[in-house]
């Protein structure tokens, strides 16, 4: 339960810092932001199949985590700079990711709530 | 999980909260809008150019019309403080101001220890009164006044006989500007009093005035203390009015 709650109350409070930071984005930083967050998502939900699976390890997690923000950001970045859109190669490996890992954690959880109406 | 992994899993939530806030500040204005934005700003800045030169035209023929308002207005207030000036000595020439200064007063009297002149029953005090006023106003005399009357351009001094119960030849009565004066007479005169005197010696009227029984006494006063009345009478103008007014 813990597993559900923290997660849901870290992503209000970050949401309720990023939307009280009195900022102004430019547009062209709208795509690296976007990128950063795809990353991060896909961190979130690799981190939350590998805890489903008893195999997840914090420092995994979190340099997973900032290293593909980051990473991605660059990546856009560079194509920007190159005159190669980098962001769509981007968004296609961590879509697939996302959708594996949420294949996986459906999976995990469609497991888990057949084995007690097994037993 | 471990109390760690749970922090983990907060700080990446926190992250990623903040880059999803994060989302709502882009600014995602489209490029054109912003362009078409900047072009009517600018339109709008070249028309309030444009309409500042107007203005400051019609600011500056305000200022100048002001100017000559007020130059105008100056020129209004000169004119009548000339022409204030203007009526006060006009006032004082009409004799409507009272005058005081230097000059003679002459007292004109019964006087019973005089001979008697044999026959005689009335006497034209106005003829006589007039020819004192008028040797006064040949020596020089600036503004006279009979028994408190000013004399101007308009007055008079005639008799109307039979209206006094007296029995001495004074027994007429004596108008001047109108209202009736009675003897004894007393007429102030404001001029040269050296002069005035000696125009009265120069006619000897004082010695006809004796023959009439009546005496003739003059003070001169030569620094000033005689003080003539303003005519408070009847101005021409309510019957009479200029011709083309």
């Not at chain 2, 019309?65 to 006032?91: C, F, I, M, P, T």
């Not at chain 2, 009979?146 to 109307?160: D, E, F, Y």
Request: hydrophobic letters at 50%; charged letters at 15%.
């Amino acid at each position: 339960m813990r597993m559900a709650i923290v997660p849901v109350l870290g992503l209000l409070v970050g949401l309720a810092v990023g939307m009280a930071v009195n900022v102004r984005l430019p547009i062209q930083y709208a795509a690296y932001l976007s990128v950063a967050i795809l990353a991060a998502l896909d961190t979130v939900f690799g981190g939350v199949n590998a805890g489903l699976q008893q195999r997840f390890d914090p420092r995994v997690f979190l340099t997973g985590f900032f290293s593909n923000t980051l990473l991605a950001a660059a990546l856009a970045f560079i194509g920007s700079l190159l005159g190669v859109d980098l962001t769509l190669a981007a968004v296609v490996a961590f879509g697939v990711r996302i959708f594996n890992n949420l294949a996986a954690i459906r999976h995990q959880v469609l497991q888990r709530k057949k084995i007690p109406s097994q037993q | 999980m471990t109390p760690v992994s749970l922090k983990a899993l907060f700080g990446v939530s926190v992250t990623l909260g903040i880059l999803l806030g994060l989302e709502f500040h882009v600014d995602r204005t489209p490029a054109v809008q912003a362009y078409t934005s900047y072009l009517s700003q600018s339109e709008a800045l070249n028309a309030a150019l444009a309409r500042t030169g107007v203005l400051t035209r019609a600011l500056a023929a305000g200022d100048a019309q002001l100017h000559a308002l007020e130059e105008v207005s100056g020129h209004a207030r000169v004119g009548l403080v000339d022409l204030r000036r203007e009526l006060v000595h006009l006032e004082k020439q009409a004799g409507l101001t009272p005058l005081s200064g230097p000059g003679v007063r002459i007292r004109i009297a019964f006087d019973p220890k005089l001979p008697t002149i044999a026959g005689l029953t009335s006497v034209d005090e106005a003829t006589q009164l007039q020819m004192v006023v008028g040797a006064l106003q040949a020596a020089g005399a600036q503004a006279v006044a009979i028994n408190g009357q000013r004399l101007v351009a308009t007055s008079s001094i005639r008799s109307v006989h039979g209206l006094s119960a007296s029995a001495d030849p004074f027994s007429g009565v004596v108008q001047v500007n109108g209202q009736p004066v009675l003897a004894p007479y007393e007429i102030a005169a404001i001029g040269a009093p050296d002069r005035l005197a000696a125009i009265l010696t120069a006619e000897a009227l004082g010695q006809q005035f004796n023959i009439l029984e009546q005496s003739f006494a003059v003070s001169l006063f030569r620094r000033g203390p005689i003080t003539v009345p303003a005519y408070t009478g009847p101005l021409p103008g309510k019957y009479a009015t200029e011709v083309g007014m």
